[in-house]
């Protein structure tokens, strides 16, 4: 069997996480957690990272901070019809007004000439753009219309960790950028996620938000300034809520996990890159094939995308070859029934060929040449 993915959280992690527990560390949010942190934020290359539960919390945490902050010049924000769920839902969730937008047939990002319609038709506050399987979905020139049109730009990199684009790490272009850590991604923490920010308030905001809404996160000196601010007394300010938070904290085993995982990312991006390379090398010409910005120097490819005609056929060939394979991601959110339910279908041609004809073959650090020839081979075979 060809795994999609492969199970990151080795042997040697296992036995370094016996030796922590024995000595009966504190297991829930604490020190481990501000140095996973820590590092995470200066692999990445920002200024703050905050660990949460999952890339989806990460994801909810960052539209709740927008909305509550009061950096939203309305309620209307850009979601990709190509995109994953949680990563459009939390704006459902939260009242604001989501606004499909066609992905790029190229890079399977934001269709450029979509985005500018919905510009100057709609003129909204934000945009959350989905770096999908280490594509870097046009990042520069979007950033370059949201700073034109004062739209905030929130960059979902869960599938694209260690992907760079003009030697910039993707999750570094835009206010904040979710990550995931769940089972399959780059590197695992069991469950866990991330959002990362250059805004020392947004920060601040996320942090609150995070943990019910209350200030135990922040520095001694904004504890102060909240409580000053708002008359708090000492007893009073063991339960006083800033803001309307969730309990969507990790813990500090899952960090623990984390921290040992840094250390695997470089070899993990590496071969992922190479593997991507090769699909592109043996897979028959005439398949579709990303097409890339010329800046993008690094993909982190976390599977490889495949659009073709008669897509069941190709599956059914590879499952029955012993091969694993997935849509690919959610295809089309216009024709999802959650999204019918609430709004009524969605369609848009690009978009939907992908929710008829793509799916993804795995790409993950323990795949060998064999396990890549084979896959493409019956994907070539299954074509004749």
Known sequence: MIKLCSDIIGEQDITLLRGWLADMPRLTKGDRTLEF?????????????????????????????????????????????????????????????????????????????????????????????????????????????????????????????????????????????????????????????????????????????????????????????????????????????????FNLRSTDLQAFIGINQLDKLPDIIQKRQTNYLLYRELLNEKFWLPRLTADQNVVSNMGYPIILDNRDAFYESLVSNGVECRPLISGSMGLQPAWKKAYGSCRMPNADTIDRNGMYVPNHQDLTTDDIEKVCNIINRESL
């Open 37 to 245: 942190e820590s590092k995470f934020s200066e692999l990445l290359g920002c200024n703050h990272a905050v660990f949460c539960n999952s890339g989806s919390s990460a994801n909810l945490l960052i539209v709740s901070a927008l909305k509550q902050s009061g950096k939203l010049k309305n309620n209307k924000v850009v979601v990709p019809q190509l995109s994953w769920a949680t990563t459009v839902f939390p704006v459902m969730q939260l009242g604001l007004e989501p606004i499909l937008c066609d992905c790029d047939m190229g890079n399977l990002g934001i269709d450029i000439e979509n985005f500018k319609r919905i510009i100057k038709e709609e003129n909204p506050a934000a945009i959350i753009l989905v770096h999908v399987l280490g594509f870097d979905s046009n990042i520069k020139q979007i950033s370059e219309l949201c700073k034109e049109n004062d739209i905030i730009l929130i960059e979902d990199t869960c599938e694209s960790l260690g992907s760079q684009t003009d030697k910039q790490n993707l999750g570094t272009f835009g206010l904040a950028s979710s990550f995931s850590f769940y089972f399959g991604h780059h590197i695992s923490t069991i469950e866990g996620g991330m959002v990362c920010t250059d805004d020392d308030h947004f920060a601040d905001i996320i942090k609150m938000i995070r943990s019910h809404g209350w200030d135990r996160d922040l520095t001694k000196q904004k504890k102060e300034q909240l409580r000053v601010k708002n008359g708090n007394s000492d007893i009073d300010n063991l339960y006083t809520f800033y803001y309307a938070g």
